[in-house]
């Protein structure tokens, strides 16, 4: 369904602005990639650090992959905000951070449902 969703919305792009139209679902695509990225670099720096926290040793280091993480992180940042000033990719920040807004809310109110659908035992 939400493929159909997708197919039905670039439809309506098209027909609605045909000459940008693949400018434009190229950009609001480009915004999960960037973001994906993003969350891999941090990812990995929190749980370097979660790891040095605890006292654990991965038993092996590779050189620079902490400093690594945060340029690969920042430039992801940097990427995305960038694409506010070009005129065919500033949709990038436009249509992707109000939908992972959404996502994020979705997320929370299925996680609060699922809460209150399991009962407490004593």
């Not at 197919?7 to 098209?14: C, G, K, M």
């Not at 992801?76 to 065919?88: G, H, N, R, Y």
Request: charged share 10%; with cysteine.
């Amino acid at each position: 369904m939400l493929s159909s969703a997708g197919i039905a919305v670039a439809t309506i792009v098209y027909l609605l602005i045909p000459g940008d139209a693949f400018a434009m679902m190229l950009a609001i695509s480009m915004f999960g990639a960037l973001f994906t990225w993003f969350m891999i670099f941090v990812t990995h720096i929190w749980f370097r650090r979660k790891i040095s926290a605890d006292g654990e040793n991965l038993g092996y280091q590779i050189r620079g992959s902490r400093i690594g993480a945060v340029l690969g992180a920042l430039l992801m940042i940097a990427i995305m905000v960038s694409t506010l000033f070009t005129e065919q990719f500033r949709a990038t920040l436009i249509f992707g951070l109000p939908c992972l807004v959404l996502t994020w809310i979705a997320y929370l109110v299925l996680q609060k449902r699922r809460r209150a659908a399991v009962p407490v035992s004593v």
